[in-house]
């Protein structure tokens, strides 16, 4: 570690360059202090994310390693979940999609070539947002021209 701010750390790398390992990409879980975790001149591994228009280095520390064991499930009766109850009428998931005691459905990913990154996501989320603002703002058009004027 060359430096660090409030919001990651700056890392030496080869060639006389340097990178930035923000501080959403130092650890798998939350961070709030760079320093509980970071200290200036400690050595670490890191990967490359990104270069941006600026050629400005973007790294990780989670992604350079393998991400940690997921705590297991309890198993067991739950009581109050959606899987103890009767399917109502209101209820349109189709059977295969809904929850069945003891069992989870997760959806399925987007990109099927591993996790996409925050920018992708961001990207995702924002075109999707903006398509529905459009369609939003084309009915509530629509919707004024049919009452008329009288």
């Known amino acids: 570690?060359?430096?660090?701010?409030?919001?990651?750390?700056?890392?030496?790398?080869?060639?006389?360059?340097?990178?930035?390992?923000?501080?959403?990409?130092i650890a798998y879980s939350y961070v709030n202090d760079v320093h509980d975790l970071l200290a200036e001149g400690q050595e670490v591994k890191v990967k490359v994310i990104g270069i941006d228009d600026n050629n400005r280095i973007n790294l990780s520390i989670?992604?350079?390693?393998?991400?940690?064991?997921?705590?297991?499930?309890?198993?067991?009766?739950?009581?109050?979940?959606s899987g103890d109850r009767p399917r109502s009428e209101g209820d349109r998931?189709?059977?295969?999609?809904?929850?069945?005691?003891?069992?989870?459905?997760?959806?399925?990913?987007?990109q099927p070539r591993g996790p996409a990154s925050f920018e992708d996501q961001l990207k995702q989320?924002?075109?999707s947002s903006d398509s529905k603002l459009s369609e939003l703002h084309m009915n509530e058009k629509r919707g004024s021209r049919r009452g008329g004027r009288k």
């Open 1 to 25: 570690m060359t430096g660090i701010t409030k919001f990651g750390a700056f890392v030496s790398l080869p060639g006389n360059r340097s990178g930035l390992v923000h501080i959403s990409e």
């Open 62 to 81: 989670k992604q350079a390693l393998p991400p940690p064991p997921r705590p297991e499930r309890r198993s067991g009766p739950r009581s109050g979940g």
């Open 93 to 110: 998931r189709p059977a295969s999609r809904r929850s069945a005691p003891g069992r989870s459905f997760a959806p399925e990913p987007a």
């Open 125 to 127: 989320f924002m075109a």
